[in-house]
C-alpha cells in the first residue's frame, strides 16, 4: 500500500474521507472536505511533529481527479499532487458519452451540481469542475494505464498538455 511505503520513506500520510457527491453535495462541497482535512493536518503539526512545507495530495480515478481540483483551487499550500487515472476534463463529449454506457454519467451531473441532455450544451459547472481548465503552478505526477476501461487514457494526455502549456513540471 502506497501509505505504508512512504511512512517507510519518513513521508507521513493522511487518508481521508470525504462526502461523496448526490444531489446536495457537489463537487465544491467535497473540496471543502479537502480543505478542512488538510487544516485539521496542519493542526496538528506540533503533536505530530510535521511541517507546513510538504502537503501533497494524491488520489486514484475519482480521488485523482478530486486531488487535482483541490491542488489547483484550494487556499491550502500544496507542494505537489500525484493523479492515477484521473477524470481531467468533464467538458469532453467523448467523456460523457463512454460514463454514459458504464452508467457514470449521472454521477458526474451530480458532481458538477447541474444535469443536461445528450446535444445541449453543458452547463458552466462542469468546466469549472475540470481540472483541465484550472492548473495552477503546483508540480503534477500523472500515472494511467492505457487500458482503463472506467476513465480513458485519453483524460490523462489531455491533462498533460494543459500542465505543459503552463510550463509547470509534471
Aim: proline share 4%; glycine share 6%.
Amino acid at each position: 500500500d502506497i501509505q505504508e511505503y512512504l511512512f517507510f520513506f519518513f513521508f507521513p500520510t493522511a487518508n481521508i474521507n470525504y462526502r461523496l457527491e448526490d444531489s446536495t453535495i457537489h463537487y465544491q462541497e467535497i473540496l471543502d472536505d479537502i480543505d478542512n482535512a488538510i487544516e485539521f493536518c496542519r493542526n496538528q503539526e506540533a503533536k505530530w511533529g510535521t511541517t507546513d512545507a510538504n502537503y501533497i495530495v494524491c488520489g486514484y480515478s475519482a480521488g485523482g481527479h478530486l486531488a487535482l481540483l483541490s491542488a489547483y483551487t484550494s487556499s491550502q499550500k500544496i507542494k505537489a499532487l500525484i493523479a492515477l487515472c484521473p477524470v481531467t476534463d468533464i467538458t469532453d463529449s467523448t467523456l460523457l458519452t463512454h460514463f454514459q454506457k458504464i452508467s457514470l454519467l449521472n454521477a458526474t451531473m451530480f458532481l458538477a451540481g447541474e444535469s443536461f441532455e445528450q446535444g445541449d450544451s453543458l452547463p458552466a459547472a462542469y468546466k469549472l469542475a475540470s481540472p483541465r481548465f484550472r492548473v495552477r503552478n503546483v508540480p503534477a505526477l500523472l500515472i494511467h494505464g492505457t487500458n482503463d476501461s472506467t476513465v480513458p487514457f485519453s483524460q490523462s494526455v489531455t491533462m498533460s498538455k494543459a500542465i505543459e502549456g503552463k510550463g509547470i513540471p509534471h
